[in-house]
């Protein structure tokens, strides 16, 4: 069974910094492409950042040189680390596994920004 268990959200200051993990169980995790999404009330649910099995990177345009993607194969976990935060960055963060064939989601944790 397929497990992605996100953790470290909360409240936070902008300005402040957070740092999420998802956790992977159930798949050979260096051998899939792992991201960070996000999703605001009333909005979409949208790419934040994307690390690839080899280890390139992508960013959303609202994160890039804020927010790092990072993972380590011999912990099967994926983080995101999160500065310089602002309010519209709050959301709940879901963690996604992808191979290509197969896409699995986590059940996401709640980041808030707010003073």
């Known amino acids: 069974q397929v497990q992605l268990v996100e953790s470290g959200g909360g409240l936070v200051q902008p300005g402040g910094s957070l740092r999420v993990s998802c956790a992977a169980s159930?798949?050979?995790?260096?051998?899939?492409?792992m991201g960070w999404y996000r999703q605001a009330p009333g909005n979409q649910r949208e790419m934040v950042a994307r690390?690839?099995?080899?280890?390139?990177?992508n960013y959303a345009d609202s994160v890039k040189g804020r927010f790092t993607i990072s993972r380590d194969n011999t912990k099967r976990t994926v983080y995101l680390q999160m500065n310089s935060l602002k309010p519209e960055d709050s959301a709940v963060y879901y963690c996604n596994a992808g191979s290509g064939l197969r896409d699995y989601w986590g059940k996401g944790t709640l980041v808030t920004v707010s003073s």
């Open positions: 159930g798949i050979i995790f260096s051998r899939y492409n």
């Open positions: 690390i690839t099995s080899g280890g390139s990177t």
